[in-house]
């Protein structure tokens, strides 16, 4: 059984630009959860999504964004990069919303320079 | 406060030793709570889940919960150096969000 896809694994971008990364869940989970993790701040929620619907949000900005496809895939969205945006982007996929347990993929690696 | 509160360590442990995590949380009405293993450079995964009050056992791992007291605990016994990683405690909210302490070091030397 594959696990969670993330791509892509890392990305360099610009100042000013934006950016989209995409999460594919484990076969069968309709809840993705995006996090942001730093050296400074850890693991910070950004957003759940759970069958297209957004169902939770973190204290980001709303340069950040996210959708969720009929397929459960995800993506996440960021605009108008500051470097301070420069960190690990993880998802995680688990069956439902509630108290199950959840799967991170691999991380995406964004460099804002 | 913050939502789910570890120490930070490094917590350094002999070989063949146990190793004892700690982590409180501050959502009384948390049901769903998680340890994660995260070796440097990858991402986290999942060890242990547990969801009632008292002991859960897996191998080595033992996961213990106290709600009345608001605090989850991770015993790894004979530890290994292999286990030398960042452990983050996870709790789901009252909200449904899982948010996660800033994790522990922990060192286990040979």
């Known amino acids: 059984k594959a696990g969670v896809t993330q791509t892509p694994r890392y990305l360099i971008k610009t100042r000013g630009q934006q950016v989209t990364l995409s999460c594919s869940p484990i076969?069968?989970?309709?809840?993705v959860s995006w996090y942001q993790q730093t050296p400074g701040q850890g693991l910070q929620f950004l957003f759940e999504?759970?069958?297209?619907?957004?169902?939770n949000k973190g204290n980001f900005p709303g340069r950040f964004s996210g959708r969720q496809f009929s397929n459960s895939r995800s993506e996440m969205n960021v605009s108008t990069l500051e470097l301070g945006d420069s960190a690990l982007y993880l998802c995680?996929?688990?069956?439902?919303?509630?108290?199950?347990?959840?799967?991170f993929g691999q991380g995406t690696r964004l460099t804002v320079v | 406060q913050k939502e789910v509160e570890q120490n930070s360590g490094p917590l350094s442990v002999p070989e063949g030793a146990i190793a004892s995590l700690n982590c409180t949380y501050s959502d009384r009405v948390s049901q769903s709570f998680f340890w994660y293993r995260q070796y440097s450079g990858k991402s986290p995964e999942l060890i242990m889940s547990?969801?009632?009050?008292g002991d859960k056992e897996d191998g080595r791992f033992t996961a213990q919960l106290n709600k009345a007291s608001q605090y989850v605990s991770l015993l790894i016994r004979d530890s290994q150096p292999s286990d030398s990683a960042t452990y983050l405690c996870?709790?789901?909210?009252?909200?449904?969000?899982?948010?996660f302490g800033q994790g522990t070091e922990l060192s286990v030397k040979p």
């Open positions: 995680a996929s688990s069956f439902s919303s509630r108290d199950t347990e959840a799967f």
């Open positions: 547990i969801y009632s009050n």
């Open positions: 076969s069968g989970h309709r809840s």
């Open positions: 999504y759970f069958s297209e619907t957004q169902r």
């Open positions: 996870a709790v789901k909210n009252q909200g449904g969000k899982l948010i």
